[in-house]
């Protein structure tokens, strides 16, 4: 069990009477960056490699080379859309193609 000093303690209390607690809760900075983080640094590699492993059992034992290359294929635009989306330049690339149907002039 862990032990906690008196005088510890007492600097808290004295700190909560001087701080409504609502006040010191609202100081905080709440985002999302560590959940994101931690989905792009662990579970994304996770899930790449159990991809990976499947479309090597499914197929490649049974000699079906083109329906692991179509699914390989699939992996690779799930790739390119995981990778617009985490490194924000989805937004750049709608510009420009709206820019090619777009008739004003700037």
């Known amino acids: 069990m862990t032990t906690v000093s008196l005088q510890a303690l007492e600097q808290l209390g004295a700190f909560v009477r001087t701080q409504p607690l609502v006040e010191v809760l609202a100081q905080t900075n ?9 989905i792009l640094d662990n579970l994304l ?40 989306a985490v490194s924000g330049t989805g937004v750049d690339i709608g510009t420009f193609i709206a820019g090619l149907f777009s008739t004003s002039s700037g």
């Open 30 to 38: 709440l985002d999302t960056d560590g959940i994101r983080g931690w």
């Open 45 to 84: 590699p996770l899930l790449l490699l159990t991809v990976a492993l499947m479309l090597l059992w499914l197929g490649g034992g049974k000699g079906d080379n083109a329906g692991v290359m179509r699914r390989v294929g699939g992996v690779f635009v799930a790739l390119a859309v995981i990778g617009l």
